[in-house]
């Protein structure tokens, strides 16, 4: 008898062992580096998809950043880098990242757009950040489809390429293969929504704590803010307001209730919201209440009538209505989607 194969007396005692075998790789993100770059987009890619995160217990990803050549890329900031890969690598990535372009009134290079073109081609996910849109134009890739990018660019992204929906008024658009953020740190809502979208808001929110940013902006959200980062001290009174409101969403809560909290009278505290926030502090309670709503349609069986109450919503009704309009699906559909009880 072959070891380890049991007698016939002792088959029920047979124990058998399933291994589940690892993934063959982790996806692909390719992040273009070019001469004369910002490093900040270039650096919120990083920070997002090239650290290992290994407490998320979560396939993360494969950073690659590419450039046109080898040679040494100059860097607004005094200094310069060399990336370790080229146009070929970002042309079969999973996700293509252009995080900007070096002067959005020159043409782009013909070997950038035949990379982005052979990306979308083989259903690639390809992302601009701020002035990258203008490399996702001049590949094609925009034309009949909404877009945004930095407001100071819109006006010449929509004269240079009529084809495209340009809409200034937005931190995102989210067009299903082609994804567009408007300037500099909107990038970061609209990374840390491809991470919502590959691993759920969990995940999402636990990204968004370690870089110490809202786990959750809507993209339709105005892009123009007039304070868009505003110190927040423990004296701050509308951080105090905000601070008040996350703690009880649960709860009915009035634009009375936030200024009486920050000492204000409303029309100040309203004004004062508004120049810090860029919205109003309604439009910031719902749409809190549907951020707090998203990990517990992924990972309870909760009826959706009790998880629109327990976030706030006077009814089933306004809580779909809502939802649907911040993340344009249903609160079923997002579940089905995305639940990890399945």
């Known amino acids: 008898m072959a070891l380890g194969a049991p007698g016939p007396a002792h088959a029920a005692d047979t124990i058998r062992f399933i291994l589940v075998p690892p993934p063959s790789r982790l996806p692909t993100v390719a992040a273009l580096a070019f001469d004369g770059m910002s490093p900040f987009e270039l650096g919120c890619v990083v920070e997002i998809f090239g650290l290992s995160r290994p407490e998320l217990r979560v396939p993360w990803y494969d950073l690659k950043v590419c450039a046109e050549g080898d040679e040494p890329m100059r860097v ?4 310069s880098m060399r990336a370790e890969h080229g146009l070929d690598v970002l042309a079969s990535a999973d996700t293509v990242i252009v995080p900007g372009v070096a002067d959005v009134r020159a043409p782009v290079s013909p070997a950038l757009v035949a990379a982005l073109r052979q990306a979308f081609e083989r259903k690639a996910r390809i992302v601009s950040i701020c002035s990258g849109a203008f490399a996702l134009a001049a590949a094609g890739l925009l034309d009949g489809r909404e ?6 660019y819109a006006d010449l992204l929509q004269r240079r390429f009529p084809e495209i929906r340009v809409n200034a008024d937005v931190l995102y658009v989210d067009g299903g293969q082609i994804l567009t953020s408007a300037g500099s740190a909107a990038g970061l809502d609209l990374l840390v929504h491809l991470v919502r979208t590959d691993h759920g808001a969990t995940v999402a929110n636990a990204v968004a704590r370690r870089l110490v940013i809202p786990p959750h902006r809507d993209g339709g959200q105005a892009q123009f803010i007039q304070a868009a980062v505003t110190p927040v001290g423990e004296d701050d009174a509308v951080a105090r307001a ?12 009035s ?3 936030l200024a009486r909290m920050a000492h204000m009278a409303e029309r100040t505290f309203v004004r004062r919201f508004k120049a810090q926030t860029g919205t109003s502090p309604l439009r910031w309670v719902i749409s809190q209440r549907v951020a707090a709503s998203l990990p517990m349609l992924e990972s309870t069986g909760a009826p959706v009538e009790e998880i629109g109450a327990a976030v706030g919503f006077e009814s089933p009704v306004t809580f779909r ?6 993340m344009r699906t249903s609160p079923s559909a997002y579940r089905r989607a995305f639940s990890a009880t399945r």
């Open 76 to 79: 607004v900031g005094g200094f």
């Open 147 to 152: 877009a945004t990018t930095h407001w100071k």
């Open 242 to 253: 905000m601070e008040w409101a996350l703690a009880h969403l649960s709860e009915p809560i």
């Open 255 to 257: 634009v009375a209730d």
């Open 321 to 326: 209505h809502h939802f649907t309009r911040a």
